[in-house]
């Protein structure tokens, strides 16, 4: 067995050459997608299978942009910080950096009113010193209730149009950081999930749709990459030392290409799961298979609504971006149980791509179990990495040596190595 371990996740199929998107990005690209010929081919048979089917992108979307002014109450710092990033990229276009500006302008004045209406401990001593126990218990945390104030004409429309911009450049540097926290793509999948349990029936449907039009997205845009360019050329993949075990947090089949024991974390595009019984099912002839006629003929003939009670239907084997991960099949403890030896027995850790979010604490634990290894981190936004690590390694930034790495920064402390660079910046044969 290898005693290096490189650990892809979502940064790596992201890299220049593969370009999927991240989580956040994934409501305008898979819309996106739906209104080419294949996608509305795929579209018209999912509703056929679903009878019923209420969901739509589109009525998301408009949705979303009906509740701008009150999710970006909640949104404002996370979209603050992401834009003042990208603004101080020296890649960035001016062009881009006034628009950012400009949202940022708009939306720190809403952060200083968040931050003004707080009800401060000297305020909270001064009321109790006066009224004493006659004003009972304080329990406010603002004195002003935000979700009731209403914005001005002007800031509707301008963050209206701004919001609809950024669904035709799903892409944009700054723009993909105001849609991302406005259209939640795990939350949409956690929300219809839970149907399975509760034996929802718009739910089911709704996930179905939602996780077959995700697969259908990712598998046409595979199959155009492994069409486009021979597999043995693919960007990261094909450049990694022979010898290395390779686990991955992504669905795509770049791994499997490379080495067909690579181990599927989060599962993969070329298996189904049949929700009544767990069976896991392998798609035939997945990298060649046309789309649509697999949903219409295998999805469409194990899935039937006429049945009220636990209606047969199956969805893709894979494990939804949620912070709650489930089990779709007995395969996948099996799969994990695997991951966990694998990282035991390796004398090196390589992660790629892989920000250590607390929503895959499930994943986090098995590193924190194993933080005693050499590791080496890949990660172009290093200094979030490093604020994310802090839950198992419990080191702050001033704990970190600053350095540099094929002429890449470089944070070191003990055995830890993180290296701000993407995947496909890096020399395998050098690390």
Request: aromatic share 10%.
């Amino acid at each position: 067995m290898s005693k290096t371990v490189i650990i892809c996740g979502a940064g790596v199929d992201k890299s220049p050459g593969l370009d999927f998107p991240l989580a956040t990005e994934l409501v305008p690209q898979i819309r996106q997608y739906l209104q080419t010929d294949e996608g509305k081919e795929i579209d018209k048979v999912l509703r056929k299978i679903l009878p019923g089917l209420r969901f739509s992108y589109d009525k998301f979307i408009k949705n979303a942009i009906d509740k701008l002014s009150n999710e970006f109450r909640w949104q404002v710092a996370t979209i603050v910080e992401n834009i003042s990033r990208e603004i101080e990229k020296e890649e960035t276009g001016e062009d881009d950096k006034r628009l950012g500006k400009l949202i940022n302008a708009l939306l720190v004045k809403i952060q200083k009113l968040q931050e003004d209406v707080k009800l401060d401990s000297e305020t909270e001593k001064l009321i109790k010193s006066v009224f004493g126990d006659d004003i009972g218990t304080i329990d406010d945390e603002n004195i002003i209730e935000l979700p009731k104030l209403t914005f001005s004409e002007i800031f509707n429309t301008v963050m209206r149009k701004i919001f609809e911009r950024s669904l035709h450049e799903p892409q944009h540097p700054i723009l993909k950081h105001v849609r991302g926290n406005l259209m939640d793509f795990e939350r949409l999948l956690m929300d219809n999930f839970i149907g399975f349990y509760t034996q929802s029936i718009p739910q089911m449907k709704n996930y179905m749709y939602l996780s077959w039009t995700l697969w259908a997205y990712l598998k046409s845009k595979e199959n155009t990459i492994l069409n486009g360019e021979a597999s043995h050329t693919l960007p990261f993949y094909s450049a990694l030392p022979a010898d290395w075990h390779l686990i991955t947090l992504n669905y795509t089949s770049f791994a499997e290409i490379r080495d067909s024991g690579s181990l599927y974390f989060h599962g993969n595009l070329s298996e189904f799961v049949r929700m009544k019984d767990r069976q896991l099912c392998p798609i035939d002839n997945h990298r060649n298979i046309n789309l649509a006629e697999f949903i219409e003929n295998i999805v469409g003939d194990n899935t039937d609504f006429k049945k009220k009670d636990n209606p047969p239907c199956v969805i893709p084997s894979i494990i939804p971006p949620l912070k709650m991960k489930p089990v779709l099949s007995n395969a996948f403890i099996e799969t994990w149980y695997k991951t966990k030896e694998v990282i035991t027995e390796a004398s090196r850790l390589i992660i790629a791509g892989y920000s250590f979010n607390y929503a895959d604490e499930h994943f986090n634990d098995i590193i924190r179990n194993n933080k005693d290894k050499e590791i080496s981190i890949i990660d172009p936004f290093a200094e979030s990495v490093v604020a994310n690590l802090e839950n198992i390694f419990s080191y702050r930034m001033d704990d970190y040596v600053t350095n540099s790495f094929q002429g890449k920064k470089s944070y070191s402390k003990d055995n830890l190595q993180i290296i701000a660079a993407t995947a496909t910046e890096i020399d395998w044969g050098d690390i």
